[in-house]
């Protein structure tokens, strides 16, 4: 749910409507092309679909040609957590 939240209190934030998001995956699931992954633990799966949203990946391989777009610092995701050394590429 915090991922379709417009209030930036996710990291990823989804910018489309949460019920329509739940209707295609399911659909896509159901349509049998794709499969659940197991994930780090029996009860977590993963399911790997197209991306239909205007999302954008929360990873980046670092490369020689956007080495020097790197950020680094300390930073908490609220104020009760301690901030830890984090590493991102300016949006």
């Known amino acids: ?11 990823s934030p989804i910018d489309h409507d949460a019920a329509d998001f739940v209707k295609r995956i399911n659909a896509l699931y159901e349509e049998g092309g794709k499969k ?3 994930g780090y633990a ?6 790997f679909v197209p ?3 205007p ?7 670092i ?4 080495e020097h777009l ?8 609220t104020e009760k957590e301690l901030p830890v050394l984090t590493r991102w590429f300016p949006k």
């Open 51 to 53: 991306n239909f949203t």
């Open 70 to 77: 790197l950020r680094s610092g300390y930073q908490a995701r």
């Open 42 to 47: 029996p009860f977590c799966k993963h399911l």
């Open 36 to 38: 659940l992954v197991d």
């Open 63 to 66: 490369t020689g040609e956007n």
């Open 1 to 11: 749910e915090r991922q379709f939240r417009p209030d930036g209190s996710s990291s």
């Open 55 to 61: 999302a954008s990946s929360g990873a980046v391989k």
